[in-house]
């Protein structure tokens, strides 16, 4: 296989930090994936120490993919809702690859899998407007139009009765307040309808750790104009995505010239 092929995918969250080597071609992981918990605080130090370890597992020398859960631009993380504040305004690109000696692209989270999903994944060939959501810790946003993407649109912070959507509906939520599938699928429903009114997308996908039970709460979402379906990459899109970043060549098509590999 073509070195350029192969990029090391890791994916930075608020709860864990995953990563593999992935066929970026292919849109597959070359091996299974390594989890490590998020350290508490998850300083940029901290989070270094972990993304080193992962590099060092699979004693990685090429070009590494690293998503972030806050905005991204041009290497330098804007915000952190759900990581420690010293990230804000830190030029991660730098950190990161000064620290690895290796070549690094830093993009957000949501906007990965939304690349992920696009390009290999249920949004393949999907033109118009499509809004993927990942349903985690936070609520992320990857916005799509003809399958170009518009970055860091951060959808997860937008009002939704009287609170931050992430802190009413996303899936940690679910999970803190014991809300039933039916209940929380309801609070999704409302976010969808919020965005629909907004944005009147063609497609949702709906991403993150929930896709895999998509079973459990899609049913009760009946009232939303647009097609709805699960994100097929669950979560290795993540991973995947922060590669497929990596790779020049895709960053070329899926990414804007500020967001791409240098
Ligand atoms: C962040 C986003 C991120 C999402 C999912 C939000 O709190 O602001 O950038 O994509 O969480 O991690």
């Known amino acids: 296989m073509d070195d350029v092929d192969t990029c090391l995918g890791i994916d930075i969250g608020g709860t864990g930090i995953k990563g593999a080597p992935v066929d970026t071609a292919a849109g597959r992981l070359l091996h299974e994936r390594v989890r490590q918990l998020t350290p508490h605080p998850s300083e940029p130090e901290a989070v270094l120490d972990v993304v080193r370890d992962i590099v060092a597992r699979f004693s990685w020398r090429g070009p590494v993919g690293i998503t972030f859960p806050g905005v991204v631009f041009g290497g330098i993380t804007r915000t952190a809702a759900n990581v420690d504040k010293g990230w804000v305004d830190l030029d991660a690109r730098k950190l990161f690859s000064e620290s690895l000696h290796l070549p690094v692209t830093v993009v957000n989270d949501a906007d990965a899998a939304g690349i992920a999903e696009m390009r290999c994944g249920v949004g393949q060939g999907r033109?118009?407007?499509?809004?993927?959501?990942?349903?985690?810790?936070?609520?992320?946003?990857?916005?799509?139009?003809?399958?170009?993407?518009?970055?860091?649109?951060?959808?997860?912070?937008?009002?939704?009765?009287?609170?931050?959507?992430?802190?009413?509906?996303?899936?940690?939520?679910?999970?803190?307040?014991?809300?039933?599938?039916?209940?929380?699928?309801?609070?999704?429903?409302?976010?969808?309808?919020?965005?629909?009114?907004?944005?009147?997308?063609d497609l949702f996908v709906i991403g993150g750790g929930v896709s895999?039970?998509?079973?459990?709460?899609?049913?009760?979402?009946?009232?939303?104009?647009?097609?709805?379906v699960p994100a097929s990459l669950h979560n290795d899109a993540g991973?995947?995505?922060?590669?497929?970043?990596?790779?020049?060549?895709?960053?070329?098509?899926?990414?804007?010239?500020?967001?791409q590999a240098p």
């Open 127 to 201: 033109t118009g407007t499509v809004l993927l959501l990942t349903f985690g810790t936070g609520i992320g946003s990857a916005l799509f139009r003809d399958g170009v993407l518009v970055p860091n649109t951060e959808f997860g912070h937008l009002e939704l009765n009287g609170h931050e959507a992430e802190h009413h509906a996303s899936g940690n939520v679910r999970e803190e307040h014991n809300l039933s599938w039916e209940h929380w699928a309801h609070r999704v429903q409302r976010y969808l309808q919020h965005l629909e009114m907004l944005f009147s997308p």
């Open 212 to 228: 895999k039970k998509a079973d459990k709460f899609l049913p009760h979402i009946k009232h939303v104009r647009a097609e709805i």
């Open 239 to 259: 991973i995947v995505g922060a590669a497929l970043a990596a790779r020049t060549e895709c960053g070329d098509a899926l990414l804007p010239q500020s967001q």
